[in-house]
């Protein structure tokens, strides 16, 4: 069964303090990872997609990278502004472009 | 560039009553739309997914008679919860995908729905 588990649930870091969260998945055929930022109450913001091992992507204070089995979100030096939950999403080669979707790291920038 | 709304972003309504919430692809033209709700603390539920011009494909446990889904054009999806009660109050997002945007999904900013 295809499966997303990310981890932490919740982060809580200073400003200017480096950390990673992790994205592990099981899918019979990983088309795409995909990484969302959420702000409460809006809907999810698309932030970055990986589609083979090995590939890395940046946007400012992130870096996101792909292994076989998992993804991690590198932040570094966050601001409080980057307090938001992240959200990892696989897509497989046989579904209909449907996203299945891990529960969220909620992270928590204290300035 | 890939921008997506909902109208409204808020609506109340009173139990057995009908409400409409729209979906539009502003700058991009959108072959799969897709329909999702969430509950407070949690992730996303995908509830349906449709393709323009085709009957919608719902996800098991969803009332198709309740939700009903259009997606008459390659710009708009349509998501009309039908006789609603207060357990229908929620977070009811649309997301949409073009092709040569490739697999990403688009993400409206979502409608709270309250049914009194």
């Known amino acids: 069964e295809d499966q997303v588990t990310q981890s932490p649930e919740a982060l809580r870091l200073q400003e200017g303090e480096s950390s990673s969260l992790n994205c592990s998945y099981t899918?019979?055929?990983?088309?795409?990872l995909f990484w969302y930022r959420q702000d409460p109450g809006k809907g999810p913001e698309f932030l970055f997609t990986?589609?083979?091992?090995?590939e890395e992507k940046e946007k400012e204070r992130l870096k996101a990278t792909l292994t076989k089995k998992e993804s991690f979100l590198h932040i570094t030096a966050p601001k409080p502004e980057d307090s938001a939950t992240y959200l990892c999403?696989?897509?497989?080669?046989?579904?209909?472009?449907?996203?299945?979707w891990g529960a969220g790291t909620k992270l928590i920038i204290k300035p | 560039g890939a921008v997506v709304s909902q109208h409204p972003s808020w609506v109340i309504c009173k139990s057995g009553t009908s409400v409409k919430i729209e979906c539009r692809s502003l700058?991009?033209?959108?072959?799969?739309m897709f329909w999702y709700r969430q509950f407070p603390k949690q992730s996303l539920m995908l509830m349906a997914t449709?393709?323009?011009?085709?009957?919608?494909?719902?996800e098991q446990g969803v009332e198709k008679d309740k939700f009903l889904i259009n997606h008459a054009s390659l710009t708009l999806s349509t998501l009309t919860v039908t006789s609603a009660h207060p357990e229908d109050s929620s977070f009811y997002i649309c997301?949409?995908?073009?092709?040569?945007?490739?697999?990403?999904?688009?993400f409206g900013p979502g409608t709270r729905l309250t049914v009194t």
């Open positions: 997301s949409a995908r073009a092709q040569r945007l490739s697999y990403e999904q688009y």
């Open positions: 700058d991009f033209q959108a072959t799969t």
């Open positions: 449709s393709n323009e011009g085709s009957k919608a494909t719902y």
């Open positions: 899918v019979s055929g990983l088309r795409g």
């Open positions: 990986l589609y083979s091992a090995g």
């Open positions: 999403a696989v897509q497989a080669w046989d579904s209909n472009y449907q996203l299945i």
